[in-house]
């Protein structure tokens, strides 16, 4: 059983950066795919970002591109996602998430099967 749990969220103000973590026990994070969703209040999870355990490929949604980035410390069984320039649109709860297989990227997040509980990340002036 793979448990993921993530950490690093916090109030910030815009322009500021932050870096979360994603914690991973149960498996080696090497034979697995880690994706970062984000939910806002009223609206629904959106995948942000995710780094492929097949081929180490990164993607990351359009609305973050160029400022965030997604890495992995497979030593530390930890993913990383910085967020450089924060914006007020980018308050949520963020959560990463792995396939219960070793396998890319998925392109749905139906194709997530295990998820950590979430770390509030607040933008604001």
């Known amino acids: 059983q793979l448990r993921l749990v993530e950490s690093g969220g916090d109030l910030v103000q815009p322009g500021e950066s932050l870096t979360l973590s994603c914690a991973v026990s149960?498996?080696?994070?090497?034979?697995?795919?880690v994706g970062w969703y984000r939910q806002a209040s009223g609206k629904e999870r959106e995948e942000v970002s995710c780094i492929s355990g097949v081929n180490g490929r990164r993607t990351y949604a359009d609305s973050v591109k160029g400022r965030f980035t997604i890495t992995r410390d497979n030593a530390k069984n930890t993913v990383f996602l910085e967020i450089n320039d924060l914006r007020p649109e980018d308050t949520g709860t963020y959560y990463c998430?792995?396939?219960?297989?070793?396998?890319?990227?998925?392109?749905?997040?139906?194709?997530?099967?295990?998820w950590g509980q979430g770390t509030q990340v607040t933008v604001s002036s």
């Open positions: 149960g498996f080696p994070l090497m034979y697995y795919s």
């Open positions: 998430a792995a396939p219960g297989e070793y396998k890319d990227c998925p392109d749905y997040e139906s194709g997530y099967y295990f």
